[in-house]
């Protein structure tokens, strides 16, 4: 899995990384073959951490964002 992070004031634990990467695994089912995946996380003022995921295929590119309390959160809502 090619994935390439970006933090933004955040650093995140094995745990949370090897969590992110089990469930982006779970969008090959449905988009096929990824390229590689953009994963963008930082936290704002109030402490949300606000997660947007670039997934790059062979004929689209997919984006999502999201901002919620914990960055599994945003995670499993993205997905």
């Keep these: 899995m090619n994935i390439?992070?970006?933090?933004?004031?955040?650093?995140?634990?094995?745990?949370?990384?090897?969590?992110?990467?089990?469930?982006?695994g779970k969008l090959e089912k449905m988009l096929g073959k990824i390229l590689h995946y953009d994963v963008e996380i930082d936290m704002d003022k109030k402490g949300f951490f606000r997660v947007e995921v670039m997934i790059k295929t062979p004929k689209q590119t997919f984006r999502s964002e999201e901002i919620s309390e914990?960055?599994?959160?945003?995670v499993d809502i993205l997905v």
């Design 70 to 74: 914990s960055i599994e959160g945003s």
């Design 4 to 24: 390439r992070y970006l933090f933004k004031g955040v650093k995140i634990d094995e745990r949370t990384g090897d969590y992110i990467e089990k469930r982006l």
